[in-house]
């Protein structure tokens, strides 16, 4: 819901919440390698091998988590925020 709503706030040109916009960063970084991770096991030797593009994907997912601020970085801000109250 939150991934929808920062879309949804974006597309309509609304200032975007920080606190938004880190949480949707850090649930779509670490699902999106959770995903990728899934697929390398349900593949198994065929997800890890440069003969399918499987392994790719996981390479693939991992920058979400450390490109665009750190999965690490999205949580620390989250934690900052929360912090006001
Ligand atoms: C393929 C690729 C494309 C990129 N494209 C761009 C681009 O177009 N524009 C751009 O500006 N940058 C780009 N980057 C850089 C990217 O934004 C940085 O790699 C990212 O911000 C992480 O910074 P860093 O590599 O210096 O890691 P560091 O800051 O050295 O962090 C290393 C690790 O330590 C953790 N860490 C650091 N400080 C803390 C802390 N205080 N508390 C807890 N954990 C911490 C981080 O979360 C991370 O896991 C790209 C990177 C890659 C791999």
Redesign the pocket.
């Known amino acids: 819901m939150v991934v929808y709503r920062v879309a949804h706030d974006k597309d309509s040109g609304k200032p975007l919440n920080h606190m938004h916009t880190s949480i949707a960063k850090a649930i779509v970084g670490d699902w999106g390698m959770k995903a990728a991770s899934d697929a390398v096991q349900i593949f198994g030797g065929y997800g890890y091998i440069h003969e399918y593009p499987i392994e790719r994907f996981l390479r693939d997912a991992k920058?979400g988590?450390?490109?665009?601020?750190?999965?690490?970085?999205q949580r620390?801000i989250i934690s900052r925020i929360l912090s006001y109250f």
């Open positions: 920058l988590q450390i490109g665009g601020g750190t999965s690490e970085m620390f």
